[in-house]
């Protein structure tokens, strides 16, 4: 069962690099979420998509952008990466609101 | 705006002695309340949720949580914890519920 899966798991990135994290699940769900999590902070919300072809901004949608081509897929990019978007990405999905929300492993994204 | 606050980043507590992790939440309409547990190194897996219906919601490995409306609470309790139960929670509320808002989340360390 594979769930909710993201590439890559590590990436070291150049201030100024672009880069995109794949997320994938294979449960069908509408509702797919990008999550950033920082010490002491918690998990924040980048964006999210509520079915294929639509995106929203979330708490911190700056210097991120997301595209959801196919329904099984939700694509992050940074177009121009800067150190503080070092974090830990979570990719999430969910069946529809009030549903269970299933959690990627996370991506663990270093901007050096 | 809604908002979610866990009023405790640490609790370490003894081995079979009973926890309680606290959460408070502000929001102007219905929401959905849920609680993860982050292990190291791995992404959050649902522990329990409350939707509607009965304000005590159980959930697995032996937590389970109340809903206090008045007091807009969903304070997480277990009567005797284990080692195994070190991990990072997270509370989170679901508004409308398109998105989760995570809490800062609470470290609990069980020492023997």
């Known amino acids: 069962n594979a769930g909710v899966t993201q590439t890559p798991k590590f990436r070291v990135l150049k201030t100024g690099q672009s880069m995109t994290l794949l997320c994938a699940q294979d449960m069908n769900h509408e509702y797919m979420y990008w999550y950033r999590q920082d010490p002491g902070m918690g998990l924040r919300l980048i964006h999210y998509?509520?079915?294929?072809?639509?995106?929203a901004k979330g708490e911190v949608p700056d210097g991120y952008n997301v595209s959801r081509l196919k329904k099984q897929n939700f694509l992050l990019g940074l177009e121009s990466a800067a150190p503080s978007q070092t974090s830990v990405y979570f990719c999430?999905?969910?069946?529809?609101?009030?549903?269970?929300?299933?959690f990627g492993e996370g991506s663990w994204l270093t901007v050096v | 705006a809604q908002s979610v606050t866990q009023l405790d980043s640490q609790v370490p507590v003894f081995e079979e002695a009973p926890v309680e992790l606290r959460c408070n939440y502000s929001s102007s309409v219905s929401v959905y309340l849920f609680w993860y547990v982050q292990y190291p190194n791995q992404g959050l897996q649902l522990l329990l949720k409350?939707?509607?219906?009965?304000?005590l919601v159980k959930g697995i490995n032996g937590f389970e949580a109340e809903f206090n409306k008045s007091q807009t609470s969903f304070h997480l309790r277990k009567p005797s914890v284990h080692i195994s139960d070190t991990a990072e929670y997270f509370c989170?509320?679901?508004?409308?519920?398109?998105?989760?808002?995570f809490g800062q989340g609470t470290r609990l360390t069980i020492n023997p």
């Open positions: 999430a999905s969910s069946y529809s609101p009030g549903n269970t929300i299933y």
């Open positions: 989170a509320v679901g508004i409308g519920a398109q998105k989760l808002v």
């Open positions: 409350y939707l509607s219906g009965s304000t």
């Open positions: 998509s509520v079915g294929e072809g639509t995106t």
